[in-house]
């Protein structure tokens, strides 16, 4: 039980640039699942009956030819398994005593079995922390002295159930450190929220990345911690599974700390679908620069995604998109798109935004 490589990608700091994106293409997913123009979405808290109440998101897809699954849950650190069947009746099976047991396999079971055409997961074990004060290297990696990190495993989170919404299938999980002995977070929150779509559109917030039917939205956002240095730099650390033996080839590669590939596979949900063979693979997203504008100016901060299955809606970018990279290994596959957004002149929007949630 243990991950192979780890990859490391640093963004922003190569940059002094408000916006970046960058683009990961991994592994291989079947064409038929792709291109599905409209699909019917449905938004499902599942509850455990059985004892402390524990947040699990199931959304729902529905295709013609194929359902795509998102369970998203923060048991653990916050994670999402995606499934992709080749049919419209494919459902969610969940055993909570199994997955709640310190031997979580098979605790959720995507039927029928032989329908699942690809699955993936990704998890977000920690919220990084640097301090960039001396760094005049834009590029330097990391980019600052690393603060020790938040693990996202150690956070407690609101109801997921209150936070649901059904008109804009949309659902919010916000989160604190359960320990906080130097209230960084007295006044803070990190907010995770996912959004699915029936059909191609286009938010009215930047960066406006251009989203499908076969995507889901995840804006994640950093709002009112305390920085612990004038000119901190954030960064979110991401695990996702690899195939076979390698993990898909990026930019830099280190080998993973034995010690941390336990954490990530205390991820109950991600073992309960795959099971404890895995392999994982690690990278860092980081935004911003030394040289600002930063989260110190708003004590604000949000990264957008969209996840799901294919190839990245790309065209037609908004044209704040400074950066883009695609790692494509032959085929459309778990799809990762990250725009990262140090908020100065949409802090205003941003926040107006946040306080309908
Ligand atoms: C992410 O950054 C932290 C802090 O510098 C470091 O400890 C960790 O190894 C990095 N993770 C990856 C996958 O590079
Ligand atoms: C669904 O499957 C049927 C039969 O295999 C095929 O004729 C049809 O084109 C497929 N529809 C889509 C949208 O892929
Ligand atoms: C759930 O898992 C437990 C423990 O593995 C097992 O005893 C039980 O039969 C399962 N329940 C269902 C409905 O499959
Ligand atoms: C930054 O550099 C200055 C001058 O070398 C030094 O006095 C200061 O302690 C450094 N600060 C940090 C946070 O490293
Ligand atoms: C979560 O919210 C739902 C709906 O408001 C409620 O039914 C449930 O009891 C809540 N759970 C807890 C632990 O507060
Ligand atoms: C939290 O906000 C309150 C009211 O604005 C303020 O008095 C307090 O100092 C803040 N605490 C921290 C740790 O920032
Ligand atoms: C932050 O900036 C203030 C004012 O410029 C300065 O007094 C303080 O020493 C700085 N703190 C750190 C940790 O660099």
């Known amino acids: 039980m243990r991950g192979s490589v780890e990859h490391s990608w640093g963004w922003g700091h ?3 640039s408000p916006l970046l994106l960058l683009t990961l293409l991994l592994f291989a997913a079947p064409f038929g699942l792709l291109g599905e123009k409209t699909r019917q979405v449905s938004l499902e808290v599942i509850p455990n009956w059985l004892g402390p109440v524990q947040n699990l998101l199931h959304i729902r897809a529905v295709g013609t030819n194929s359902t795509l699954h998102y369970m998203w849950s923060s048991l653990g650190p916050l994670a999402v398994v995606l499934v992709a069947t ?25 039927l029928p079995k ?10 977000f074990t920690r919220l990084l922390e640097f301090d960039s004060t001396n760094v005049s290297d834009t590029a330097a990696k990391p980019p600052g002295t690393p603060y020790p990190p938040y693990s ?12 649901l919404d059904p008109a804009t299938l949309s659902a919010t999980f916000q989160g604190h450190p359960m320990n906080d002995p130097t209230r960084t977070f007295a006044n803070g929150s990190l907010a995770f929220r996912v959004q699915a779509f029936s059909r191609s559109s286009r938010p009215a917030q930047p960066p406006r990345l251009l989203h499908t039917a076969d995507t889901c939205q995840l804006e994640v956002a950093l709002v009112g911690a305390s920085p612990r240095g004038n000119r901190s730099l954030f960064g979110l650390e991401v695990a996702t599974l690899g195939q076979g033996p390698d993990c898909p080839s990026m930019q830099e590669q280190h080998s993973i700390d034995d010690e941390y590939a336990p954490a990530v596979f205390q991820s109950p949900i991600v073992r309960a ?19 600002g504008p930063g989260y110190w100016d708003q004590h604000y901060l949000s990264w957008s995604m ?12 908004s044209p704040l998109v400074l950066g883009i990279m695609a790692v494509a290994l032959g085929a459309p596959g778990l799809m990762l798109l990250v725009g990262g957004l140090v908020l100065l002149l949409y802090h205003k929007k941003y926040s107006e935004y946040q306080s309908i949630n």
């Not at 032989?114 to 998890?123: E, G, N, P, T």
């Not at 996202?152 to 936070?163: E, G, K, M, Q």
């Not at 679908?273 to 935004?287: D, K, P, R």
């Open 14 to 16: 190569c940059a002094p």
């Open 273 to 291: 679908f795959f099971g404890s063979q895995n392999n994982f693979c690690a990278f860092n997203l980081t935004f911003g620069a030394s040289t």
């Open 86 to 110: 080749n049919t419209p009746h494919s459902t969610l099976s969940v055993n909570w005593s199994r997955l709640l047991s310190p031997e979580p396999d098979g605790g959720l079971i995507v």
């Open 306 to 317: 969209l996840l799901g299955v294919g190839f990245p809606p790309v065209d037609g970018l």
């Open 152 to 163: 996202l495993a150690d956070f407690s989170w609101n109801n997921i159930t209150d936070s």
């Open 114 to 123: 032989d329908s699942i055409q690809f699955s993936s997961a990704l998890v």
